[in-house]
């Protein structure tokens, strides 16, 4: 089989699962690339892939679990018994069930998985003074990345049709875990040093943040502590306190690899 056209589809407020899903087009060489960008909304309508596309599914992880806010995103796709590649991109703690939860639930949309990752990224909590995962995907990241579209695409060339290939099977358990109630938060603007550029508005993958009585207001109740808005601000003036940051600089700071299921 030959998929010239390759789809990626993120959701990626701090970049990380953007990164690691144009490292795997790369390596997958189609001839088209096409994207689908949910990290700020839906698709104006909902889309049904084509059965001659190749879709990179990456999004992040949050406690273990896919994202809520991309799973609610990835339901306006839809396809019939066509390829994909489920990818999650996680803070160097685990990604736990979400790999087998974005496969699941890509399966159930009518996509057949044909190989899958479970990536690093720095971790949305990391900090200079703590960090976690800082700067990844690294270089060495993005050669395993494009390696990994490469070997899938030998995979898939090797094949004459999805159904003489494997049913995948990736690292997770169904049930999936139960993540626990999250406690609202949401970075806060050091108003001293924030120039109203607006920029953390637009950033917001959840449009949790607005001018109220001429100062920054970030809604906890809307927030998901992605904290986009904290590693773009221009001016470093967005700060998210939370003794998480701590405790996964602490117990998780060394260095963790890619797996791959191909």
């Given at each position: 089989m030959e998929y010239s056209h390759v789809h990626i589809v993120y959701f990626s407020p701090t970049h990380t699962s953007a990164k690691t899903a144009y490292a795997i087009a790369e390596g997958l060489d189609g001839e088209v690339l096409l994207e689908s960008d949910i990290t700020y909304g839906l698709p104006e309508e909902p889309v049904e892939i084509a059965g001659d596309e190749l879709t990179i599914v990456a999004v992040p992880v949050y406690g273990g679990r896919v994202a809520e806010t991309a799973m609610e995103r990835l339901r306006a796709f839809s396809a019939h018994q066509a390829p994909v590649v489920p990818v999650v991109v996680y803070g160097n703690r685990d990604y736990e069930d979400a790999l087998k939860e974005l496969s699941d639930t890509l399966t159930v949309a009518g996509f057949v998985p044909v190989s899958a990752g479970a990536f690093i990224g720095e971790h949305s909590f990391s900090r200079k003074d703590?960090?976690?995962?800082?700067?990844?995907?690294?270089?060495?990241?993005?050669?395993?990345?494009?390696?990994?579209?490469?070997?899938?695409?030998?995979?898939?060339?090797?094949?004459?049709?999805?159904?003489?290939?494997?049913?995948?099977?990736?690292?997770?358990?169904?049930?999936?875990?139960?993540?626990?109630?999250?406690?609202?938060?949401?970075?806060?603007?050091?108003?001293?040093?924030?120039?109203?550029?607006?920029?953390?508005?637009?950033?917001?993958?959840?449009?949790?943040?607005?001018?109220?009585?001429?100062?920054?207001?970030?809604?906890?109740?809307?927030?998901i502590k992605c904290c986009?808005?904290?590693?773009?601000?221009?001016?470093?003036?967005?700060?998210?306190?939370?003794?998480?940051?701590?405790?996964?600089?602490?117990?998780?700071?060394?260095?963790?690899?890619?797996?791959?299921?191909?």
């Amino acid at each position: 089989m030959e998929y010239s056209h390759v789809h990626i589809v993120y959701f990626s407020p701090t970049h990380t699962s953007a990164k690691t899903a144009y490292a795997i087009a790369e390596g997958l060489d189609g001839e088209v690339l096409l994207e689908s960008d949910i990290t700020y909304g839906l698709p104006e309508e909902p889309v049904e892939i084509a059965g001659d596309e190749l879709t990179i599914v990456a999004v992040p992880v949050y406690g273990g679990r896919v994202a809520e806010t991309a799973m609610e995103r990835l339901r306006a796709f839809s396809a019939h018994q066509a390829p994909v590649v489920p990818v999650v991109v996680y803070g160097n703690r685990d990604y736990e069930d979400a790999l087998k939860e974005l496969s699941d639930t890509l399966t159930v949309a009518g996509f057949v998985p044909v190989s899958a990752g479970a990536f690093i990224g720095e971790h949305s909590f990391s900090r200079k003074d703590m960090p976690i995962a800082a700067e990844r995907p690294d270089e060495a990241d993005h050669e395993l990345a494009t390696r990994f579209g490469r070997e899938i695409r030998m995979k898939l060339q090797q094949a004459e049709s999805l159904s003489d290939l494997k049913p995948l099977e990736v690292k997770g358990n169904y049930p999936y875990k139960v993540k626990g109630p999250s406690t609202p938060q949401a970075p806060v603007t050091n108003e001293d040093l924030c120039t109203q550029c607006e920029y953390c508005i637009d950033v917001c993958p959840v449009s949790a943040i607005s001018i109220v009585d001429d100062r920054m207001f970030s809604d906890p109740a809307i927030c998901i502590k992605c904290c986009a808005c904290v590693k773009e601000c221009p001016e470093a003036a967005r700060t998210f306190d939370t003794p998480y940051t701590a405790m996964l600089h602490k117990n998780f700071s060394a260095r963790r690899e890619p797996e791959l299921f191909i």
